[in-house]
T-cell receptor, first 116, second 114 residues
């Protein structure tokens, strides 16, 4: 089974509008971390936001917020007031508590295009 | 700037050749991860080192090898290169070997095999 599922290969949003990028995850661990990364066309992987499994409040970082619904195993990224520079690939990732094994899993990504 | 440095940023070489990619982790980070990102495979975990020791191995080919040196920098060696090895290779670092904290990614090394 996929650890991280991103069901939206591509999304379009009008400039200045909000957009939600979906992410569901699969784990049996109680302790885990959820991340969103942005990858612009230049290729670098930019960390956006982090949510720990025990965090009771949704994480926010500027225009980014993470809509964490633990029971549904969902960690959607909300970008408010979209800007042209937000056009990029967005990856959801999860890190489980494991040692001796790769514990960071990425989804397949969502390509966001912001329309002027 | 994540604090993780990767060199070179771009590399073009021919099939059959060998290349070395270098990664310097963030100051204080003991764990280094290597990932390969290709168009058809997405982000693939290759290998992890923690404080000089191999910690976890993913889909790393036998033609590829890596090591982490006493100063904690890491090198990924790719040999007998094939066209399909063309990809973006990322290094990431973290303080601990496991845990749930953030991994800090470098800007990647883009390898093109002609």
């Amino acid at each position: 089974a996929q650890k991280i599922t991103q069901t939206q290969p591509g999304m379009f949003v009008q400039e200045k509008e909000a957009v939600t990028l979906d992410c569901t995850y699969d784990t049996s661990d109680q302790s885990y971390g959820l991340f969103w990364y942005k990858q612009p066309s230049s290729g670098e992987m930019i960390f956006l936001i982090y949510q720990g499994s025990y965090d009771e409040q949704n994480a926010t970082e500027g225009r980014y917020s993470l809509n964490f619904q633990k029971a549904r195993k969902s960690a959607n990224l909300v970008i408010s007031a979209s800007q042209l520079g937000d056009s990029a690939m967005y990856f959801c990732a999860m890190r489980e508590v494991q040692t001796g094994a790769n514990n960071l899993f990425f989804g397949t990504g969502t390509r966001l295009t912001v329309i002027p | 700037d994540s604090g993780v440095t990767q060199t070179p940023k771009h590399l073009i070489t021919a099939t059959g050749q060998r290349v070395t990619l270098r990664c310097s982790p963030r100051s204080g980070d003991l764990s280094v991860y290597w990932y390969q990102q290709s168009l058809d495979q997405g982000l693939q975990f290759l290998i992890q080192y923690y404080n000089g020791e191999e910690r976890a191995k993913g889909n790393i080919l036998e033609r590829f090898s890596a090591q982490q040196f006493p100063d904690l920098h890491s090198e990924l060696n790719l040999s007998s290169l094939e066209l399909g090895d063309s990809a973006l290779y990322f290094c990431a670092s973290s303080v601990e070997a496991g845990g749930t904290g953030e991994l800090f990614f470098g800007e990647g090394s883009r390898l093109t095999v002609l």
